[in-house]
């Protein structure tokens, strides 16, 4: 019998089948390591590169926590009420910066008498007014100047170690590069002088803040020269006297060319500096600047404590009579705050920065920064000023965590080992109960237990610290507390170029813990060294009180003549404030006041200044300007330092009088918009006001200096 077999249909196709499933295979497991090689890849990108095009990306897609608010999309400049409120001062748009060295001035010799070694404590205003008289002081000696050591940073734990001492908060290289033709420096001594350092062989001196040149030039450059090295301990924010003799002027431009040219952020704080500037500016709006100035110490060192309540009140006088034991207060320990506060010696409120800003004009929807560190009683006391301005801002609200964690540099994670608070206080033990315990628990209901016992915190950034009720001594700074002190000072940083920048700068206070000059009059020396013309109002406090508390019991209803009043003061003191800074200020704090001896006058003075009838340009200040150099040919011209108002020229429609037009926000209306916070804008309701009353505030705005 013949068997019969099926013969294969397709055979062929089944052998390409096999093939094509072979070639899946291979597809996939090309898959399988492209994929775990780009992986491998991102987590060496990750770890080993300093994530430019990572941050790059990041910028790009960061949700901020502002959204801009604006009653107006647009914002009309050409009013008289914006030039009111953010036109630059006319009788100051003729001075420029110019603190370049006049006549003869010497470079430094190739050889020095030795080797001039500074170790600078204090928080950042302190800081920067120290830097500045160690470079005069090294000038004094014809010394060589070794690069500031910054004990904030130098006893932080577990800050990075990619930024030390100086170059934590300022540019090295351009700090050396711009001061070559005034002294020399060096970064680090030598070693054989290291050596001698660290076995404390070589001469110390702890410098008053007002040591004068007398003192290094008689004491501490006949050390220098025998010893070829002198350390400087700088604890008090200043080691030379602010005003110096005639003779010495250079020195004073010299201290002026450190500060506002030598002294220059890192690159990581400038960078995000200019970020935050970007971000506020993209808004297309002008923006304030204001520094509350309200620190524990600023407020015990004056007596402020009866302003705050409960523990505030308390942690304020356990500062106090922690300063009157150390000599840093003379008084009695209990002081009149409200006495205190009539005199103009405590910080006015946010609150009440508020109603000024409201009562001249300045509308709900006006963007507001808030600067400086530190703002005693915690984020509640800005409570009120977000009520009255929907756009209030800080740099927390303008950046990321990580555009933070990439200015810090890489970090060390730290474990806060704090001392407890009550060492009595044990941690509540477990007590193991049996699975049936409950059954024979006895009836119920039965109470429940007391709970235990909550660890307290030794410091908390809202301003409470559970020690002040349970001991009188103020707990030792933990390690954390240690490296949030160093971040203090990239924050202030940040905050200092934005108030710089700003468009206008509201000071809440001018001194600190020590009564000295504070961060506020760093940055409105700077203001006024940088464009004098820059809106920046210098409050006269003792005024402000009292016209704030004729109408304590109701400020939702300001009358027009308290408005028309505060406006009047705000308005009179742009330039008047000029005059109580020199006599003030000066003394205390030479960049708090650099002028006449940093700049220069250009163009055509204004008629304003040189008449001595003029109502608000005293004698001091007359005088202060008259004196004043005249500008070289390449200042007047718009090159160089020239001032960002365009030097004199002068546009024709900014200045056109402006005692024929209504402005749009006359006393009555913003009595009724004073507290406000959406609905219409303060340029509405000018139909309230008479065009007479607004002729007389206009004609009050040109006689306060506002009119060339």
């Known amino acids: 019998m013949n068997w019969a077999f099926p013969t294969k249909i397709g055979g062929g196709g089944e052998g390409k089948a096999v093939v094509f499933r072979s070639k899946l295979k291979w597809v996939g497991l090309f898959g399988l390591v492209l994929s775990a090689f780009s992986l491998f890849t991102h987590f060496l990108l990750a770890r080993y590169t300093d994530g430019f095009a990572v941050s790059e990306y990041k910028s790009s897609i960061t949700i901020f926590s502002w959204r801009p608010i604006f009653e107006n999309a647009d914002l009309s400049t050409a009013t008289p009420l914006y030039r009111r409120l953010w036109s630059p001062i006319r009788n100051l748009e003729s001075i420029h910066p110019y603190a370049n060295p006049r006549g003869n001035y010497v470079a430094p010799n190739s050889q020095t008498n030795g080797y001039v070694f500074v170790r600078i404590r204090g928080g950042f205003h302190e800081i920067r007014n120290s830097i500045c008289d160690v470079v005069v002081i090294a000038r004094l000696l014809n010394a060589t100047l070794v690069i500031p050591e910054i004990q904030s940073t130098t006893s932080s734990k577990g800050i990075s170690t990619e930024f030390k001492s100086f170059a934590y908060l300022y ?70 006297q602010a005003q110096l003799p005639p003779n010495l002027e250079e020195n004073q ?156 540099g890489r970090e060390a994670n730290l474990v806060d080992k704090s001392p407890k608070i009550n060492s009595n206080l044990s941690p509540p033990t477990k007590e193991e109960k049996e699975p049936n315990a409950w059954k024979i628990s006895g009836p119920r ?7 235990p016992p909550r660890a307290k915190n030794p410091y908390n950034i809202e301003g409470w610290w559970g020690w002040v009720a349970e001991s009188d001594n103020e707990p030792e700074s ?54 004098a013309a820059s809106r920046t109002f210098r409050i006269d406090r003792k005024e402000t009180t009292r016209l704030l508390d004729e109408i304590s019991e109701h400020f939702y209803q300001a009358n027009r003549t308290w408005i028309t009043s505060i406006r ?25 006041f650099p002028i006449p001896e940093c700049s220069c006058s250009g163009g055509n003075a204004p008629p304003s200044v040189n008449a001595s009838s003029h109502p608000l340009v005293d004698s001091p200040l007359r005088n202060v300007l008259e004196a004043m150099d005249r500008c070289p040919s390449w200042i007047e011209g718009g090159g160089g330092m020239a001032s960002p108002t365009g030097g004199d020229k002068v546009v024709k429609e900014e200045y056109d009088d402006d005692v024929d037009e209504e402005e749009s926000d006359s006393p009555a209306a913003a009595a009724v ?12 309701g000018a139909e309230t006001g008479n065009k007479e009353e607004t002729q007389m505030e206009d004609q009050e705005e040109l006689e306060g200096g506002e009119k060339r």
Request: charged share 25%.
């Open 445 to 451: 209901p039965r109470p429940l237990p007391p709970p």
């Open 253 to 408: 431009r010299l201290r002026c060319r450190v500060a506002f040219h030598a002294l220059r952020f890192r690159d990581e704080v400038q960078e995000l500096a200019t970020k935050i500037l970007y971000r506020i500016r993209s808004s297309g709006r002008p923006y304030i600047a204001y520094d509350p100035g309200m620190t524990r110490d600023a407020l015990a060192y004056h007596g402020c404590a009866e302003l705050f309540q409960d523990v505030h009140t308390e942690l304020i006088q356990h500062k106090r009579a922690w300063m009157i034991k150390r000599g840093m207060v003379k008084g009695n320990l209990s002081v009149d705050s409200a006495q205190q506060r009539l005199n103009g010696l405590c910080p006015l409120m946010p609150e009440e920065i508020g109603i000024l800003l409201r009562a001249y004009g300045y509308s709900s929807d006006t963007i507001i920064y808030i600067a400086g560190g530190e703002v005693f009683g915690g984020q509640k006391k800005l409570i009120p000023l977000h009520a009255m301005f929907e756009n209030v801002l800080d740099r927390t609200s303008l950046t990321m965590p990580w555009e933070l964690n990439k200015m810090y």
């Open 673 to 684: 918009l004073l507290f406000r916070q959406g609905g219409e804008s303060n340029d509405g």
């Open 478 to 531: 933990t390690v954390v507390e240690l490296r949030i002190n160093a971040h203090k000072l990239l924050w202030e940083a940040i905050d200092y170029a934005v108030c710089v920048d700003a468009d206008a700068f509201v000071p809440g206070f001018d001194r600190d813990g020590k009564g000295n000059s504070n961060f506020a009059s760093l940055v409105m020396g700077h203001r006024l060294y940088r464009n």
């Open 171 to 240: 540019s090295e290289d351009q700090f050396i590069a711009a001061l070559a033709q005034d002294i020399k420096i060096v970064k680090t001594l030598p070693k054989n002088l290291k050596g001698a350092r660290r076995k404390k062989e070589i001469p110390s001196f702890k410098v008053a803040k007002s040591a004068s040149p007398f003192f290094y030039l008689h004491h501490v450059l006949p050390v220098l020269s025998r010893h070829s090295v002198v350390e400087l301990v700088v604890p008090d924010g200043g080691c030379l």
């Open 568 to 592: 009047r003061s705000l308005r009179r003191n742009l330039v008047e404030g000029i005059t109580k800074e020199m006599i003030k200020s000066k003394p205390m704090s030479f960049l708090s």
